[in-house]
């Protein structure tokens, strides 16, 4: 599988996108599903960057599963972008 980071790099090499943490729910559940939670560093002044890139290129991901939810925060750190991803037998799109 190819992770927004490995289909960005290249095209944002400043943006230094960092994947700080993910996890996923554990071993599949008995229908086959599985879920990857994500969490990305940006460099805030690459933030702006990183999402138009994302928005451009978030095609390529999504034909591999289906994303489930993607956001950024308004308060606080806003140099963070959670992105969680559904696995399993119907996650791939028609």
Do not use: C
Not at 61 to 83: C, I
């Amino acid at each position: 599988m190819w992770g927004v980071g490995t289909l960005l790099r290249g095209a944002a090499r400043g943006a230094r996108v960092q994947v700080s943490s993910f996890f996923a729910t554990g071993p599949r559940q008995p229908d086959g599903t599985f879920y990857e939670f994500r969490t990305y560093t940006i460099k805030p002044a690459k933030m702006k960057d990183f999402l138009e890139l994302t928005n451009t290129n978030i095609h390529l991901r999504t034909a591999h599963s289906k994303l489930v939810g993607y956001w950024t925060p308004e308060l606080g750190g806003l140099n963070k972008v959670l992105h969680v991803w559904k696995y399993g037998m119907h996650s791939i799109p028609s």
